[in-house]
């Protein structure tokens, strides 16, 4: 899990006083990728925009112009009030309240497919070009601590009584998400654990029933791409380390997990084969079309996401190369400017993107990069993209203040308003689930 969290201190003050809700963290690539398809599909929403406090805007202005030890300062004392829950809070974890969080984004009427299953931006893509929502197959939580990133076995003690609170009871497993390369800012502070569904719940049900339009499709998007796991109890897991430049192996040489690591479909890229298995037995059930969608990789979703908008009849010569939650489907929709969603700034993430752009040139390359204030060694420089684009690059950052940048979801969201006044098309692409290549 890889996000960057700022202004945690104004969110913990507007949260004052109020019962904390186990709900899925707003920065996560699933809470986001749902918030894309939504606001895509007309219900609210403010885009990249959406984890953060309405009057944050002047505050990261000021950071972004602060001596990088105020700007380190700010965010250090953010997430230490800020960032997850206490403990005690899980207590209250309601499984259908969970995942109730995203049904409840949806404009209220009917849909001709809903997809569910691994998130993702080129899930996300997909779905607001079908005009379909997206339920993911999990969530994240965060529970407040306080340790050496390198400490896995403070992190485990968190994680393991939080996972026994959450009480995995067969309908949900629980992943304690340990990635103290990727995520280095955030371990300090918080145990990260992906609430993960084997079946249907009952939000979801009730969802498709109500809104899937008589002789509608549910789409299976099914991620296979695998991590090593280490079961610490029934139900709960934990995973060190995830996609990027980073292999497994080296992850497991230098943080060895306590167990025997197994093969199993990554936490927050895969989608667990009980949970797909329900799908498919609730479309039999219940009557409905189904289609699967394999993806080996989160970038195959990418891919087909791109062909996509290919059929729809987007824009040629152009693309938009946005990057883990630093997206906006809205944009690609009423643009006709086809994505090329990255799922992170990464060694693997560029040479993907340059791989896929000399078999796909493009005269116009917008790039939305993800900003980080702990950069991993895996990241690749800005430099780096700019010269590997070529001279049809237009960075939708700031160069001057990149990576650690904390105005930057604010300068990028300014960015593509000011794009889409210049390319909007009369009328939003649009595809069936039949012209789906």
């Known amino acids: 899990m890889r996000f960057l969290l700022l202004v945690a201190v104004l969110a913990g003050i507007l949260a004052a006083g109020q019962r904390p809700q186990v709900q899925p963290l707003a920065f996560d690539s699933g809470a986001r990728a749902v918030g894309e398809v939504a606001r895509a599909l007309g219900g609210p929403g403010r885009g990249m925009l959406d984890p953060y406090p309405l009057g944050a805007k002047p505050l990261l202005w000021a950071l972004r112009h602060a001596p990088p030890w105020l700007r380190r300062w700010v965010l250090e004392l953010g997430m230490s009030q800020a960032l997850g829950l206490p403990l ?85 497993e629980v992943i304690v998400h340990y990635d103290p390369i990727h995520d280095r800012d955030l371990v300090r502070h918080a145990a990260l654990l992906r609430v993960r569904l084997l079946s249907l719940p009952r939000a979801y049900r009730e969802f498709i029933r109500e809104h899937l339009a008589p002789g509608g499709t549910l789409i299976l998007a099914e991620g296979t791409y695998p991590w090593p796991q280490v079961e610490l109890a029934p139900g709960v897991w934990l995973q060190v380390g995830g996609l990027g430049g980073i292999s497994p192996q080296e992850y497991l040489r230098d943080y060895p997990p306590p167990g025997e690591a197994v093969a199993r479909r990554e936490s927050e890229w895969g989608c667990p084969e009980p949970f797909s298995q329900d799908v498919c037995e609730f479309a039999a059930e219940s009557g409905y079309q189904l289609r699967v969608l394999a993806a080996a990789h989160p970038s195959e979703f990418s891919e087909l996401a791109y062909r996509a908008y290919r059929a729809a009849g987007a824009r040629e010569n152009m693309v938009l190369l946005d990057c883990f939650t630093s997206m906006d489907a809205r944009f690609c929709l009423r643009t006709g400017v086809p994505p090329l969603h990255l799922p992170f700034h990464t060694r693997d993430a560029f040479e993907f993107a340059r791989t896929f752009l000399e078999e796909h040139p493009a005269r116009r390359v917008l790039l939305l990069l993800h900003p980080s204030y702990d950069p991993p060694p895996d990241m690749v420089p800005l430099s780096e993209w700019l010269e590997a684009l070529g001279p049809g690059v237009e960075p939708l950052v700031d160069g001057r203040f990149w990576p650690q940048d904390p105005y930057a979801p604010f300068a990028a969201a ?13 009328t939003p692409l649009s595809l069936s689930v039949e012209e789906l290549p």
Do not use: N, W
């Open 88 to 172: 005690r809070a899980l207590a209250t974890f309601d499984l259908d309240d969970f995942f109730t969080a995203y049904t409840a984004r949806y404009p209220d009427r009917k849909y001709q497919a809903i997809v569910l299953g691994s998130p993702g931006g080129g899930v996300a893509h997909l779905a607001a070009l079908l005009g379909a929502p997206l339920l993911p197959v999990c969530g994240l939580v965060g529970v407040r601590h306080r340790i050496d990133p390198d400490d896995m076995e403070g992190y485990l003690a968190t994680g393991t009584e939080a996972a026994r609170l959450l009480s995995p009871d067969g309908r949900f």
């Open 414 to 426: 300014e960015a593509l308003a000011a794009l889409e006044a210049e390319l909007a098309l009369p």
